[in-house]
């Protein structure tokens, strides 16, 4: 079956045949690599996309199920230009591996844009499904935190 | 590979009777496919259909996720949707999920027992509602007849004031229970425990309610012998989570320090 959604603000086509999720029809089938693959079980947060309006991990999304929905990856999180988020982890120094960057990118992207001042916690909390194995988190707390007070 | 969006139940239903696979968060059945156990070739996934997203009153949709109930629901169920997952998970996991998958873990569970909440059952030959206690009958099993959805969860219509959820796991985020609880008390002193995570289904601890129900103000020794109780009512296992033993010994600390919030 073909299925037909909004792929960062553009109408896209995908041909299923099994119930693949919607983190391997982007990689696979799509060719938008932003979104990482690692624990395919929702534990990771490295394959963070927003589906109408909310953050889920595309891993448990099946592709089928995204007919006529809104998806945005971390390429389409903030048109052509870079995302205060993206420019908020540059400068903290929040990112070595990169590989669960993508994921964080699009989960604090849609904490700030519920809510421009999250607090310490908040900003913890939201971040709870993004596991990096290199920082820390401190670096990426404190990135957050200071956008937090822009 | 065959897929519905239906918009209601009345389609869901003709898609269960044709063999079709129920489809909700995806949180449960999407790890099964993303691991190779599970391939199904024929699904309707349900998050369109706005009966089931409807929450009215103390008829709650199956399709209701964790993110609402974190906002919006009865105290102890708030607390428990809190510890669900991540926020992702919390965006997409339904409280008609947690029902249907019937892990001795699920953290909405421990409610849906300590209040005696019914689940409401719909087949395209007719509808029936099921006490939690009938419905729970095994670990991952329960009384859902095949062509049967769940369509909500049926809370009674007054709440005890005094409720209170609590977890115990290794870690505060991203965590499947070693022991979950729902304490509940009223103002006469009827006590209603509820725990996760011991026993092959959510289960209740009947011995321990009745004594400390009857107890109006409850003195250390009393917490002391209630906390007994449940330890040893309960009916744990070891696994790869945690011991028989500890887990024993943890429902009876977690149930009396949520008893202990309810009586403050």
């Known amino acids: 079956m073909i299925v037909t959604f909004r792929l960062n603000d553009e109408a ?10 919607l983190l391997d029809a982007l990689r696979d089938d799509l060719g938008v690599f932003g979104t990482k693959s690692a624990c395919e079980q929702g534990e990771c947060g490295s394959c963070s996309v927003i589906l109408d309006g909310e953050v889920v991990c595309s ?9 006529g929905s809104d998806v945005t990856t971390v ?7 870079v995302h205060p988020v993206q420019t908020a982890m540059h400068e903290a120094g929040a990112v070595q591996c990169g590989f669960c960057t993508p994921g964080i990118v699009v989960t604090a992207a849609a904490l700030f844009e519920g809510n421009q001042h999250p607090s310490t916690d908040e900003i913890k909390e939201a971040l709870a499904g993004n596991i990096c194995r290199c920082t820390g988190y401190g670096a990426i707390v404190r990135a957050f935190e200071e956008l937090a007070r822009e | 590979m065959e897929f519905h969006h239906p918009t209601t139940i009345g389609e869901v239903l003709d898609a269960l ?3 079709a696979v129920p489809l909700a968060g995806g949180t449960d059945l999407m790890v099964e496919v993303n691991f190779g156990l599970s391939r199904p070739d024929h699904v309707v996934g349900l998050r ?3 009966e089931l997203t409807s929450w009215e009153g103390s008829k709650i949709g199956a399709g209701v996720t964790w993110r609402r109930l974190e906002d919006s629901g009865p105290r102890a169920l708030a607390q428990a949707a809190r510890t669900v997952g991540s926020p992702q998970i919390r965006n997409a996991g339904t409280i008609g999920g947690n029902v249907a998958t019937a892990s001795p873990a699920g953290d909405g569970l421990p409610f849906l027992a300590a209040v005696d909440a019914t689940i409401d059952l719909r087949s395209s030959s007719g509808g029936r509602s099921v006490r939690w206690n ?3 009958v095994g670990v991952k099993k329960t009384a859902l007849e095949p062509g049967e959805l769940i369509t909500s969860v049926t809370l009674p219509g007054e709440l005890p004031e005094r409720q209170a959820f609590g977890k115990v796991g290794v870690r505060n985020a991203m965590v499947i229970a070693t022991v979950c609880c729902v304490v509940t008390r009223e103002d006469d002193g009827d006590t ?9 289904t959510t289960t209740r601890v009947s011995r321990a309610e009745e004594m400390i129900s009857a107890v109006a103000r409850p003195t250390h020794a009393d917490l002391t012998e209630f906390a007994r109780l449940v330890s040893e009512e309960v009916a744990p296992i070891t696994d790869h989570r945690s011991t028989e033993s500890y887990r024993r010994h943890a429902s009876g600390v977690l149930a009396r320090r949520l008893l202990e919030r309810c009586l403050r």
């Open chain 1, 12 to 21: 896209v086509n995908t041909r299923v045949s099994t119930p693949i999720s």
């Open chain 1, 59 to 67: 891993c448990l999304v099946m592709a089928a199920d995204v007919e």
């Open chain 1, 75 to 81: 390429e389409g999180i903030s048109g052509a230009g």
């Open chain 2, 17 to 19: 009777d044709a063999g």
């Open chain 2, 48 to 50: 369109r259909v706005e």
């Open chain 2, 134 to 136: 009938d419905f729970f």
């Open chain 2, 192 to 200: 209603r425990v509820a725990l996760g995570s011991v026993a092959p």
